[in-house]
């Protein structure tokens, strides 16, 4: 089985910083795509930004200039770094991975917990 925890949520002001990490853990051949989403009260939930295995990003306009996604392939982490936060991003994110559990065998995608960020004015 292959797990993913999440860290660095909390409480920020308005314009604030915060970095959130997601570990993959378990037996697997390899991760492909690595992403963040989040999902607000009230609300779908939604794509914030992904990672190939080489480094190609993509970002939600809402995010993009302000949060910049990144990976550590050694270690099977990916990042979230977000800066200029606004009451807007408050929400619940999560980190999903794209995984290869025997090398040939399609990727399953997997799901952390989820942690909550939250902005105040």
């Known amino acids: 089985q292959v797990q993913l925890v999440e860290s660095g949520g909390g409480l920020v002001q308005a314009g604030g910083s915060l970095r959130l990490s997601c570990a993959a853990s378990?037996?697997?051949?390899?991760?492909?795509?690595m992403g963040w989403f989040r999902q607000a009260p009230g609300k779908q939930r939604e794509l914030v930004a992904s990672?190939?295995?080489?480094?190609?990003?993509n970002y939600a306009d809402s995010v993009n200039g302000r949060f910049t996604i990144s990976r550590d392939n050694a270690k099977n982490t990916v990042y979230l770094q977000m800066n200029s936060l606004t009451p807007e991003d408050t929400a619940v994110y999560y980190c999903d991975a794209h995984v290869i559990l025997r090398a040939r065998w399609y990727p399953s995608r997997y799901w952390g917990q989820g942690t909550q960020v939250t902005v105040s004015s």
């Open positions: 378990g037996t697997f051949f390899v991760i492909n795509n």
């Open positions: 990672i190939t295995t080489n480094g190609s990003s």
